[in-house]
């Protein structure tokens, strides 16, 4: 029952070219494989490489001499790589990485039949070819799936937890969900990817049209929404399923992208988002916080009358400091006297002018003294 429900599955989601858009030929002069409609590039290499199916997919490696990442692309729905050759060197070109692209078991001239398993098979074949062929870390590899190319995609992506980033362009969430909004995911269901974005622990940039009428873009936002990792999405307006990568928003977004993922995460994000983030991590105010400040306000509210009180005994203690700088004023004015010899009468009359002034000096000090006094014991008793 598996496998006629496996067979039928098929049949509704794999459209190879058919006939395929080019052919393999061999190079008369160096024996390289060629794509039939391509003039040979040096930076381009056309591969055939055995998968644990037992069938062999045909990829094409593009080199980029100042590359920091690799792109793994897995393609979209009746397309092959005739159709995408000029695509992969553009993009290549633009986001600066090597790129390898490759059809799928029963696509263009990759043998066997298409189905959800063999493709899970082609892109293991392709990234151990990277791995082992190219020398490719995990770390600098970004896994691109399109369309149907989702599936693979995501399998291979819950799998490897060191991946650089994954972009979906027009993803999926099921085979199923895409003809019929079911809530659950069913036995007979492929790429079930619904239940694989969660378990993706790199960066994941999501990029759908807006008017796309093959796949809704409610794919896209809930992958987005269901991603650890969410990076900026692209929500193209107007865009539809097959028309993206004419946009000029695209491949801005895309170099945008990767130049970020290639940073070391502590300096990928930066601005709004990072202040959006410290904001997240600032834990919740208590009630009992606010209660607290609530009562360290009423607090001092009470406190208030003790400003006033400090008030006083500084003007008090700065009446004294002014009433002892006087007489030191008039004690050098009597000794400036007695210097100059003036007469007795004089000196005599001096004497009493100063007494009389220490004397309505001493009593104004008395009197600020005991005003400053019942001043503080009357806000003392209040």
Partial sequence: MGGVTSSMAAKLAFFPPNPPS??????????????????????????????????????????????????????????????????????????????????????????????????????????????????????????????????????????????????LHSPILSGLRVMYPVKKSYWFDIYKNIDKIQLVDCPVLVIH??????????????????????????????????????????????????????????????????????QQLLPPRKSTDIVFEASRKSTDRREKPRHSTDVNKLLLKSNSNNLSEKLEKLKNQSNYAEKLMVSFDQVERSRRSVDCCLEKSRKSVDHQ??????SVDRIRTG
């Fill in 209 to 278: 049209g807006t008017a796309d009428e093959v796949v809704d873009c409610s794919h896209g936002k809930q992958h987005w929404e269901l991603s650890k990792e969410k990076y900026e999405p692209l929500w193209l307006k107007g865009g539809n399923h097959c028309d993206l990568e004419h946009h000029p928003e695209y491949i801005r977004h895309l170099k945008k992208f990767v130049s970020t993922v290639e940073k070391p995460p502590s300096q990928r994000y930066t601005g709004s988002r990072r202040r959006s983030t410290d």
């Fill in 22 to 167: 080019y052919k393999l030929v061999a190079d008369e002069m160096t024996g390289l494989l060629l794509l039939s409609t391509f003039p040979h590039r040096e930076n381009v290499e056309i591969l055939k490489l055995p998968t644990r199916k037992g069938t062999e997919v045909v990829a094409m490696y593009i080199r980029h001499p100042m590359a920091n990442s690799t792109l793994l692309y897995s393609h979209g729905n009746a397309a092959d790589l005739g159709q995408m050759y000029e695509l992969f060197v553009e993009l290549s070109i633009h986001l600066r990485v090597n790129l390898m692209g490759y059809d799928y078991s029963g696509y263009g001239q990759s043998s066997g039949k298409p189905s959800e398993q063999h493709t899970y098979a082609d892109i293991e074949a392709v990234y151990k070819c990277l791995e082992e062929g190219y020398g490719a870390k995990q770390e600098d590899i970004i896994l691109y799936g399109q369309s149907v190319g989702s599936g693979p995609t995501l399998d291979l992506a819950a799998r490897l937890p060191h991946l650089r980033a994954v972009v």
């Fill in 369 to 374: 003294l005991e005003r400053g006094r019942k």
